[in-house]
């Protein structure tokens, strides 16, 4: 059974850094491509960022380029998604995301940025 379970949200300042993380289990994770989505209070759930099975490639929304990046350790079964430069609208509900073996989704880890 597919399990995502993010990690390392929190209350920051704005301009302030969080890296995130998601722990996979289930399926082979160093043969699947990964995605963070992120869904802001009230908002629909918008793409983040994305990386091929072996982090050769990358790809970011338009709202966070330069400031997060994503990378994995197929070693430890690990996705992160480090961001700097927070802002108040990084304010989100951060999920990961694999489509190996179906669709599957985390429960979240929350992020805060305050003005």
């Known amino acids: 059974q597919v399990h995502l379970v993010e990690s390392g949200g929190g209350l920051v300042q704005f301009g302030g850094s969080l890296r995130l993380s998601c722990s996979a289990s289930g399926f082979h994770f160093m043969s699947s491509g990964m995605r963070w989505y992120r869904q802001p209070p009230g908002k629909e759930r918008e793409f983040v960022a994305e990386?091929?099975?072996?982090?050769?490639?990358?790809a970011y929304g338009d709202s966070v380029k330069g400031r997060f990046t994503i990378s994995r350790d197929n070693g430890r079964n690990t996705l992160y998604l480090q961001m700097n430069g927070l802002k108040p609208e990084d304010t989100a509900m951060y999920y990961c995301y694999t489509n190996a073996v179906g669709d599957h989704w985390g429960r979240g880890t929350t992020v805060t940025v305050s003005s």
């Open positions: 990386i091929t099975a072996d982090a050769s490639r990358t």
